[in-house]
């Protein structure tokens, strides 16, 4: 089956530093991926919808300033998290549609990101 | 706004046992996914079910879809241990964003 890797799978980072995770469709291209945090023992919420060429669509709350989001090939995405602070601690997964049919939302290893 | 709950959050329950989880959402949907996450993971893709009355089984899992009731079921026949996961189903909103349902927390005592 598809494959998403995401890197890095754990980070810890000091509080005001920026954090990138990569995202990449190993297999197949990708024009659209998503960004989801979960919290502990919490559903995903969205963060954002990644697509290739253009700027990301944030959900309502999610800083875009804040929340860094570049899709500049078929099979990469980053989410940077500029300035972290504890309350960004979380864990972050990334999702990819496969074309051509788009039905399949493959996912990432998740990156388990504190910031202390 | 779509809103997807699931029913019951946490199930603990013996291994040898068959339950229920359901999930029901609010808005109009033909196709539903379910997920698997395990401690510290990622989402497993366990169900794409894409129509009305479909109905798919892996091993001891099985789920259905009924659109019109804006329901689905994972259904967990003669649990074993090694099913304790989280489950989670979600649902499409426009084209491509899926919705999560809060997750079904699933402990499967021997």
């Known amino acids: 089956g598809a494959v998403v890797s995401q890197h890095p799978s754990w980070v810890i980072c000091k509080s005001g530093t ?6 990449r469709s190993l297999d197949f291209q990708a024009t659209t991926m998503f960004w989801y945090r979960q919290f502990p023992k919490q559903s995903l919420m969205l963060m954002a919808t990644s697509n290739e ?8 709350g999610v800083e875009k300033d ?19 602070h504890p309350e960004d601690s979380s864990f972050y997964i ?5 074309l051509p049919t788009n039905e399949k939302l493959f996912f990432g290893s998740g990156t388990q990101l504190s910031v202390l | 706004e779509l809103k997807v709950e ?34 510290g993971k990622s989402l497993e893709s366990l169900f794409v079910l894409l129509s009305n009355g479909a109905v798919k089984q892996e091993g001891r899992l099985m ?17 074993v241990h090694d099913l304790s996961a989280t489950y989670f189903c979600a649902v499409p909103q426009g084209a491509q964003k899926l ?8 402990t499967i005592n021997p």
Not at chain 1, 54 to 60: F, L, R, V
Not at chain 1, 71 to 83: D, F
Not at chain 2, 64 to 77: E, G, V, Y
Not at chain 2, 99 to 106: E, I, P
């Open chain 1, 66 to 84: 804040k929340f860094l989001i570049n899709h500049a090939s078929l099979t990469l995405s980053t989410l940077t998290v500029t300035s972290a």
């Open chain 1, 18 to 23: 920026s954090v990138k995770i990569e995202c």
């Open chain 1, 53 to 60: 060429g253009s700027k990301a669509t944030y959900e309502q």
């Open chain 1, 94 to 98: 990334c999702s990819a549609l496969s």
């Open chain 2, 63 to 79: 789920a259905s879809l009924d659109t019109k009731a804006r329901l689905s079921t994972l259904h967990i026949t003669a649990a």
């Open chain 2, 6 to 39: 699931q029913n019951p959050l946490f199930l603990s329950m013996q291994e040898g046992k068959n339950y229920t989880i359901y999930c029901n959402y609010s808005t109009t949907s033909d196709r539903l996914y379910w997920y698997r996450q395990d401690p």
């Open chain 2, 99 to 106: 919705v999560f349902g809060q997750g079904t927390r699933l």
